[in-house]
Nanobody, 127 residues
Framework: VQLQASGGGLVQAGGSLRLSCAAS????????IGWFRQAPGKEREFVTA????????YYEYFVKGRFTISRDNAKNMVYLQMNSLKPEDTAVYYC?????????????????????WGQGTLVTVSS
């Protein structure tokens, strides 16, 4: 499966953005999807993940209550709605696909678990 993330841009603190992850090559419903981010000079970190059906979701503590992940399997799309953005949310955001044996927080937050990655989209939050 090929993934393409889009929707990044420059936004002021407190603003919102919606990122999209488009899949091609295979049906997206076969995969759990995660979003990761990497800020300059920092390691890539887990943000959120959604199960194949969309029923299960996990969020890292620093985005819980502000970000919402969703998916539309009919459109082969996954979305990340980001509200109340903070300057520390500035990073390149990546979507990734996985076919896990079990959808657990411990599993899904490991970047090594994911087999397919999109190219990333830059989010810049100004103070």
């Amino acid at each position: 499966v090929q993934l393409q993330a889009s929707g990044g841009g420059l936004v002021q603190a407190g603003g919102s953005l919606r990122l999209s992850c488009a899949a091609s090559g295979r049906t997206l419903s076969s995969y759990a999807i995660g979003w990761f981010r990497q800020a300059p000079g920092k390691e890539r970190e887990f943000v959120t993940a959604i199960s194949r059906s969309g029923i299960g979701t996990y969020y890292e503590y620093f985005v819980k209550g502000r970000f919402t992940i969703s998916r539309d399997n009919a459109k082969n799309m996954v979305y990340l709605q980001m509200n109340s953005l903070k300057p520390e949310d500035t990073a390149v955001y990546y979507c990734a696909a996985d076919n896990p044996d079990s959808f657990t927080f411990v599993t899904m937050r490991q970047s090594s678990e994911y087999h397919y990655w999109g190219q990333g989209t830059l989010v810049t939050v100004s103070s």
